[in-house]
């Protein structure tokens, strides 16, 4: 019995597990197999990178608006922080991201835009100012 891909991708995912547990090799969908399982990775890259433009957004927001600091900002930077210091310790190959320039100027960008829409300000540098480990590091907050 064979599930379209297309049609019921649940129906379809349950198959292909059940085939590989039966070592149904040749039954397997292998395109979409191996599709499916660069998508997991993908989704790790977006998850990383949500979180990334979320922390330097609020950030962005701390340094441009000192006169509206407050424990929610201060909360949202704790917990995306501890979020994704927990997703690269699951997941150590993340970090290669966190290296990769292009990805990097996605995610800058991202947060760029993020904060122009909380805040209206559009002043914001091109670049980002911050390396990597101090945007992640704890006791950073920038002035």
């Not at 019921?8 to 191996?34: C, K, M, N, P, S």
């Not at 927001?61 to 917990?79: F, M």
């Not at 990769?100 to 559009?122: R, S, Y």
């Amino acid at each position: 019995m064979s599930s379209e891909y297309g049609r019921d991708i649940l129906a379809w995912a349950e198959e292909q597990a059940a085939l590989l547990r039966a070592r149904d090799f040749g039954a397997i969908d292998v395109e979409h197999l191996a599709e499916e399982i660069e998508d997991v990775g993908k989704s790790e890259q977006r998850e990383l990178a949500g979180r990334m433009a979320v922390l330097i957004s609020h950030l962005l927001k701390w340094q441009s608006q000192p006169g509206r600091r407050g424990r929610s900002w201060e909360r949202t930077v704790r917990e995306q922080r501890r979020a994704i210091a927990a997703h690269l310790a699951e997941t150590p190959s993340l970090r290669r991201s966190l290296a990769n320039t292009a990805w990097m100027e996605g995610v800058w960008a991202d947060a760029v835009t993020k904060a122009i829409d909380e805040t209206g300000l559009d002043d914001f540098p091109e670049d980002c100012p911050w390396p990597i480990a101090q945007i992640l590091a704890s006791e950073f907050y920038p002035d």
